[in-house]
């Protein structure tokens, strides 16, 4: 039978693998025997991921669609192949929809969906050939309106419907494409929200299970949704939100 807690033999791409959820999804598949090429757009200096050999590190500009396919090709000429693709590139802007500039508005849908798609687009080559799997970082923001993140929640409703429309198209190629949607999660994103004694109070009063997700959380679901455990799995949203979605 196949291990289904084992990535070994697999090699995994994860975006936005610098820090955060990123860094976590990324180190949870080392752990499981997968190897991980790290992409970021930060600098070398902003790193907290520490993974090393017989992992490896990228630079990707996810808004470039030149840059993803460059990423693909680099790694696989380093490790021979790709099975699964984690797009996790995502930034946030917040302020009040009436007075969003257009440059944070722009700034968000490039990363946060065009990103996704334009990696996804990339990937899809080498994913066929591997019958892979990809699994899009959204959000409950793309799911219920949030105050304050139009940009944000948009481009994440977008991302999870995207992982419909490819999930439909490349099923014939054997390639499954999922989606995750955590609600707040603890990361340097979340940070200045952390902090407010007022949101946090509204925020954990939506929360049925009274607690934010971890990281770890997020990672165990996006495995979960790459591995053979999920093989009649594609085109869905799993909500690690302790039920904010269910009211």
Same mark, same amino acid.
């Given at each position: 039978?196949?291990?289904?807690?084992?990535?070994?033999?697999?090699?995994?791409?994860?975006?936005?693998?610098?820090?955060?959820?990123?860094?976590?999804?990324?180190?949870?598949?080392?752990?499981?025997?997968?190897?991980?090429?790290?992409?970021?757009?930060?600098?070398?200096?902003?790193?907290?991921?520490?993974?090393?050999?017989?992992?490896?590190?990228?630079?990707?500009?996810?808004?470039?669609?030149?840059?993803?396919?460059?990423?693909?090709?680099?790694?696989? +000429?380093? =490790?021979?192949?790709?099975?699964?693709? @984690?797009?996790? #590139? $995502?930034?946030?802007?917040?302020? %009040? &929809?009436?007075?969003?500039?257009?440059?944070?508005?722009?700034?968000?849908?490039?990363?946060?969906?065009?990103?996704?798609?334009?990696?996804?687009?990339?990937?899809?080559?080498?994913?066929?050939?591997?019958?892979?799997?990809?699994?899009?970082?959204?959000?409950?923001?793309?799911?219920? +309106?949030? =105050?304050?993140?139009?940009?944000?929640? @948009?481009?994440? #409703? $977008?991302?999870?419907?995207?992982? %419909? &429309?490819?999930?439909?198209?490349?099923?014939?190629?054997?390639?499954?494409?999922?989606?995750?949607?955590?609600?707040?999660?603890?990361?340097?994103?979340?940070?200045?929200?952390?902090?407010?004694?007022?949101?946090?109070?509204?925020?954990?009063?939506?929360?049925?299970?009274?607690?934010? +997700?971890?990281?770890?959380?997020?990672?165990?679901? @996006?495995?979960?949704?790459?591995?053979?455990?999920?093989?009649?799995?594609?085109?869905?949203?799993?909500?690690?939100?302790?039920?904010?979605?269910?009211?």
């Amino acid at each position: 039978m196949v291990d289904s807690h084992s990535f070994s033999g697999k090699v995994a791409l994860v975006t936005g693998a610098a820090r955060g959820i990123g860094a976590t999804i990324a180190k949870t598949l080392a752990e499981r025997g997968a190897i991980v090429a790290n992409a970021d757009l930060l600098p070398e200096s902003e790193w907290t991921n520490e993974l090393g050999q017989p992992h490896s590190r990228h630079f990707v500009d996810v808004r470039s669609r030149e840059s993803c396919f460059d990423l693909i090709a680099k790694v696989v +000429a380093e =490790h021979g192949r790709l099975d699964c693709l @984690v797009n996790n #590139a $995502g930034i946030v802007r917040r302020g %009040k &929809a009436s007075e969003v500039s257009e440059k944070d508005f722009t700034d968000v849908i490039d990363i946060n969906l065009n990103g996704t798609f334009f990696m996804s687009q990339a990937a899809y080559p080498e994913l066929k050939k591997s019958k892979g799997s990809i699994v899009h970082l959204g959000s409950t923001s793309g799911h219920s +309106a949030v =105050h304050n993140t139009v940009g944000y929640s @948009v481009s994440k #409703a $977008g991302v999870m419907f995207m992982a %419909k &429309a490819l999930a439909f198209e490349w099923a014939s190629d054997g390639i499954r494409v999922n989606a995750v949607g955590p609600t707040i999660v603890p990361s340097d994103m979340t940070a200045p929200l952390l902090t407010n004694d007022e949101y946090m109070k509204d925020k954990m009063a939506s929360i049925p299970l009274g607690r934010m +997700a971890s990281q770890e959380d997020v990672a165990e679901s @996006v495995l979960f949704l790459l591995s053979p455990s999920a093989g009649m799995v594609t085109g869905q949203t799993i909500f690690i939100d302790g039920g904010v979605t269910i009211h």
